[in-house]
């Protein structure tokens, strides 16, 4: 039995680019937690883009000053009264909200969709996966095959459960070419598991020549084109003319989103999942004419992370390949300055 030490060192977001550690009390489950012995903590673009440069966030997003991290994985050292299923020492992917559970969205497991006064998510509005430790709702945890690794589940827990979301929702298969725009953590785990759903070309794009490198070098790319004035000609000459049949932006820029629709070939599903800013376009030209069914497509639910990580399990797929830098806790302040670069592919930080 794992030796559980009365205090903790947690790792908080001020806010202006730079990471604070604090001391904590190692919390104790009530009724339906667990405690969890943090293994891998990711970093999340939304973690940079809304908390470490600047507390933007309002509502789901607005950070409470609580230990940061959102992509959390562990093991159980530790149950509450009243929990069901879970016992010290199973290993778990921990969905990142907890809902109130009583709403329509939380009774279909989009606890992320959740508009109760008592949604937190982890990271953002209670404790999340910077420390040793974290207390989390045996009802947001999702058992990790033996197959997977720590790191696995992390990113599992928000980046691939998102590209799954909207891959999913798109119907993604081996009738499909596919287009990813951003070739970040989560371009990444789009472009991966379209591949592992059937899809039978993979075209990504992004500005950053090593991030277009990393997608080739790791096999999930057919090709990684420079995001620039010719990548939509590019797309086509590679299509025979017609664009690609699904398409992703996980970039969040309006210029990636504007390529994802115009890759796009007639009748063909577009997916934005790529956080923040803005966009414009011609609505007509390159939406209504093309006959494309474009999904905003947020997070995942519950179910659909468990039914992601059984599957990775079957297929022999690892997200973690898609992990660059892996660093301790006491290294947060070089892991955050790492992933705000965006430069790299994911960067986790790990406890053992």
């Known amino acids: 039995m794992q030796h559980i030490p009365d205090a903790m060192t947690g790792v908080t977001l001020p806010g202006n680019s730079t990471v604070e550690f604090r001391e904590y009390p190692v919390p104790v489950p009530g009724h339906g937690q667990v405690l969890i012995a943090m293994k891998a903590s990711s970093i999340c673009g939304s973690d940079i883009r809304a908390i470490y440069r600047e507390h933007l966030g309002k509502g789901p997003e607005g950070y409470q000053n609580v230990i940061a991290g959102h992509e959390p994985c562990g093991q159980v050292v530790r149950v509450g009264p009243g929990c069901k299923r879970f016992h010290e020492g199973d290993r778990a992917v921990i969905y990142h909200i907890s809902g109130c559970g009583v709403c329509d969205e939380c009774k279909h497991g989009y606890m992320i969709s959740c508009r109760s006064e008592h949604r937190a998510a982890y990271g953002w509005q209670r404790d999340g996966g910077h420390a040793a430790f974290l207390l989390a709702e045996e009802n947001t945890l999702v058992k990790l095959p033996d197959s997977l690794t720590y790191v696995d589940g992390a990113l599992c827990a928000c980046g691939y459960g998102t590209a799954y979301e909207a891959l999913r929702r798109m119907q993604v298969s081996g009738q499909d070419k596919l287009l990813v725009t951003g070739l970040g953590p989560v371009g990444l785990a789009a472009a991966q598991l379209g591949r592992a759903l059937g899809a039978t070309e993979v075209i990504g794009t992004d500005i950053s020549s090593s991030r277009r490198a990393l997608a080739v070098d790791l096999g999930l790319v057919d090709h990684a084109l420079p995001a620039d004035d010719a990548t939509l000609d590019a797309i086509m000459d590679l299509t025979g003319g017609w664009g690609c049949e699904a398409s992703i932006d996980c970039s969040g820029a309006a210029s990636a989103r504007l390529l994802a629709l115009q890759g796009t070939r007639d009748w063909g599903r577009c997916a934005y999942v790529g956080e923040g800013g803005e966009v414009t ?16 497509s947020w997070v995942t639910s519950l179910k659909h992370l468990e039914e992601l990580v059984e599957r990775l399990d079957r297929w022999g797929i690892h997200p973690d390949v898609t992990c660059t830098e892996r660093l301790p806790l006491r290294e947060a302040a070089e892991a955050y300055r790492i992933a705000a670069d965006g430069q790299t592919g994911k960067v986790a930080i790990v406890f053992e």
């Open 281 to 296: 376009f011609e609505v007509s030209k390159y939406l209504i004419h093309k006959q494309i069914t474009l999904y905003g």
